[in-house]
């Protein structure tokens, strides 16, 4: 029963699809390092339009689509080498919280991470922290003469 966000950018502006058309977006965040064949790709595509169809009212989802592209796993490792195929970074589980990657490079002097790769997290607020953090740790090592 995974999360999704749906946006329909379209309806508040009109250069995203052709007229009289809309453009559906589905957000399906996934966990790092998830491995998924092309059948488990398409069925889990499935339950998402049917959960939409349940949940929305509406009936057959897929015969109102017009255009369809998945964007996936192999895609953010070709496009963005992005860990694991994660557009999000590591989960907030136990063990990718633990070793998720801290603010500062422990091999490159003065080199600083920020993002919802590195610690604390995913999502805008932890992002927002990430660079507070980051931040503070820059401001701190300058201080202290470490630049």
Not at 29 to 37: E, F, H, R, V, Y
Not at 62 to 91: M, R
Not at 109 to 131: E, F, R, T
């Amino acid at each position: 029963n995974p999360s999704f966000y749906i946006s329909s950018p379209s309806i508040i502006d009109n250069s995203v699809a052709p007229q009289g058309n809309e453009q559906l977006f589905i957000l399906i965040p996934i966990s790092a390092g998830l491995k998924i064949n092309e059948k488990d790709k398409f069925d889990f595509k499935d339950k998402i339009y049917r959960t939409i169809e349940e949940k929305m009212g509406i009936s057959n989802l897929k015969n109102l689509i017009d255009f369809e592209k998945i964007f996936e796993v192999n895609d953010f490792i070709n496009y963005y080498n992005s860990f694991q195929g994660t557009a999000l970074g590591p989960i907030h589980n136990l063990k990718q919280t633990l070793f998720r990657p801290k603010n500062k490079s422990k091999k490159i002097d003065n080199l600083y991470y920020v993002g919802g790769y590195v610690n604390p997290g995913i999502g805008m607020p932890m992002v927002i922290a990430s660079a507070i953090i980051t931040y503070k740790k820059i401001l701190n090592d300058f201080k202290n003469g470490k630049f």
